[in-house]
């Protein structure tokens, strides 16, 4: 199975995680953005990058690249995602059918590859740990973003200075509003 493909199904199974907890989903056109899906909760935008992660029977982890990569006939080439990029990782485990759900600030702290080992016999839980199945970290930041994005209207504010139906004076054409 070649990597689009198992990018197209970690998307897919991102979109099912998505409808599972009511959230609306809007899909990207081709792969030039550094993000793969869009996240609607509640009117508040969620762009989302995901991976797929690859199974390394050596020593018994699973993968993720955390680089971005574009590719053409002749090269490929790795660029690191910065903060602005998207909100938030999704990488997916297909073997397990399970998510990490990272921050982006998180994400882009790791060096070129995330490997994360699904092992009870482990001594320490590694920092990615935090992660599993996260997604309520989604959630977390939407609604503080909509705390933050939506300042409280006083009343009169939103009605043109408390006139509940403003009638458009000459004052209103000199402020620069058509009418």
Known sequence: MDTKLKGDIAEQAAILQALKRGWGVLRTLGDRLPYDLVFD????????????????????????????????????????????????????????????????????????????????????????????????????WAAHRETCMRKPVKVGEASCGGNPEPSFSDTFIEEGVET
């Open 41 to 140: 909760l509640q009117g508040i935008l969620v762009k989302v990058q995901v991976k797929s992660a690859w199974y390394y029977e050596p020593n018994r982890s699973f993968i993720a690249d955390n680089r971005r990569t574009k590719t053409n006939r002749r090269q490929m080439i790795h660029q690191a995602y910065s903060t602005s990029d998207f909100d938030f990782a999704l990488i997916h485990l297909e073997k397990l059918d399970l998510f990490y759900v990272f921050p982006v600030d998180v994400f882009i702290t790791y060096a070129s590859q995330i490997y994360f080992v699904e092992s009870d016999k482990r001594q320490r839980k590694p920092r990615s740990a935090t992660y599993r199945d996260a997604w309520a970290l989604i959630s977390n």
